[in-house]
């Protein structure tokens, strides 16, 4: 667990900017028309932005295992929800599915670095 505001903080506001982008690019590349793929953007990056809008105020881990589970699931949809034959849909979720996955997991990495208790 990360403890610390400066610790955690970073990865958070990087989780935030990711989600929005990702809420934006169907409209900003142009497939909101392709239903399947904007709704999971819109859905998916709200959700991600939202948790780590939390992470930055909460002192828990769970934020950063649901935003790297979110950012896997970013990154896998284009495929399970078919939509890969869309460059632009495909590669923003991918794009941003890996950011924020890395984000969380390193911020998750990070937290375990902790000695442990003599007490």
Known sequence: MLKTFENRSAFDVVNIAAGLGLAITPWILGYAALTTAAW???L???AIAVVACIALFA???WQQWVNTALGVWSVAAPWVLPFSTNSSATIS???VGLIVAAAAGYSLWKGSDKPFSTA
């Open 44 to 46: 998916v990056g709200a």
């Open 93 to 95: 979720h991918v794009v």
């Open 40 to 42: 999971n953007a819109w």
């Open 59 to 61: 002192f828990s881990e």
